[in-house]
């Protein structure tokens, strides 16, 4: 029994899990939480390729959702164009915008960045409020668009029960993973990795670090925008105030630095832990207490910032490394009892 071994079984334990899931789970609330628990998860992987490894903190990442989201509607509602080729078309869209933010941003240091990303998400979702029509096309300015529940299918990206949501979602987070795991292991990553510790240095050894954050840029708002189309499907309704909001842009950086930035783990374990603390504050304290779930992810991330600065994955894992010293060495032991019995 090797460290790889358990390692590849309890992937493979967790995708049976993750899988089989909606089999026994068939409240559709637990379902709808899970779902959003992915879909966050998914949020934050694709938030941590430029705020985890390029070592910046964009606070902006709604625009990005707004932009998959609003596209494929619009070309479905309005063009009959399919949600899942209109969905490749909000990434490009959105690319295309996290270049052109990244270009004169990337020049900027720490608060300077952070706020230039939250001056353009906010700016795209005035635009969209006071905007009814942006050349032919119509973008219904704060009332946002709702999508009929007709043509119900694969085809239309729409369906009646939540299970075909969540394993949509479930493999595309899966996606992501493997892509940032990717991405991580390669020649772009270790730049974006020294670049993102120490700029100077690099430079000094001649990488391209603004090339490689441009790309990452690049690649995180893709990501981020597919994920725009997948909840304007599952909600069937949007507006900018849902999809283009500063509460969505915080509570993705949240996760990650709660959850640990920079790692592979990280954003899943963040979404893991934070994304039920904020779902049933809303359905309990909601009324009564709005935006109570930021405060408690701002209070949870000063705790963190203070006692584990590399985020929540550190300890976690440091945590599991220990107890696959104690299965091996077990092993080992009972082994040698044996031959020598």
């Known amino acids: 029994m090797t460290r790889q071994n358990i390692n590849r079984f309890a992937l493979t334990l967790v995708g049976v899990v993750a899988f089989g899931l909606p089999l026994v789970l068939r409240s559709p609330t637990y379902l709808h939480i899970l779902i959003l628990l992915y879909l966050y998860a998914y949020f934050t992987t694709s938030w941590n390729l430029v705020g985890g490894f390029a070592g910046v903190l964009p606070l902006g990442h709604a625009a990005f959702v ?49 706020l230039a990303t939250i001056a353009f ?48 979602v479930l493999v595309m987070l899966i996606g992501v993973l493997a892509f940032t795991y990717f991405i991580s292991r390669s020649k772009l990553g270790y730049y974006l990795n020294a670049g993102g510790e120490e700029p100077e240095a690099a430079m000094a050894l001649g990488i391209n670090v603004a090339r490689a ?8 708002s893709f990501l981020t925008a597919l994920a725009g189309t997948f909840y304007a499907q599952f909600t069937l309704y949007i507006h900018p105030k849902s999809v283009i909001s500063l509460d969505l842009s915080f509570e993705i950086a949240f996760i990650a630095l709660i959850g640990g930035r920079g790692s592979i783990a990280g954003p899943v374990l963040g979404a893991l832990l934070l994304r039920p603390v904020s779902d049933f504050s809303r359905i309990y304290f909601g009324a009564t207490l709005p935006g109570l779930h930021l405060i408690i992810f701002g209070t949870v991330l000063v705790l963190v910032m203070i006692y584990q600065p590399r985020g929540l994955q550190e300890p976690l894992t440091r945590a599991y490394n220990r107890l696959l010293d104690k299965i091996i060495g077990q092993t080992a032991q009972g082994k040698v009892r044996h031959e020598y019995s």
């Open 213 to 220: 954050k441009l790309i990452a840029m690049a690649m995180s």
């Open 121 to 168: 998400s906010e700016g795209i979702r005035v635009m969209v409020e006071n905007i009814d029509y942006l050349g032919p096309f119509k973008l219904n300015g704060p009332s946002g668009f709702q999508i009929p529940p007709k043509n119900i299918g694969l085809v239309n990206y729409m369906f009646i029960g939540k299970e075909p949501y969540y394993y949509i």
């Open 66 to 114: 707004g932009i998959g989201a609003y596209t494929s509607t619009i070309l479905s509602l309005q063009y009959g164009v399919s949600p899942w080729l209109g969905m490749i078309v909000g990434g490009i869209l959105a690319a295309i915008a996290g270049v052109l933010i990244g270009l004169p941003t990337f020049k900027m240091r720490g608060a300077y960045f952070a």
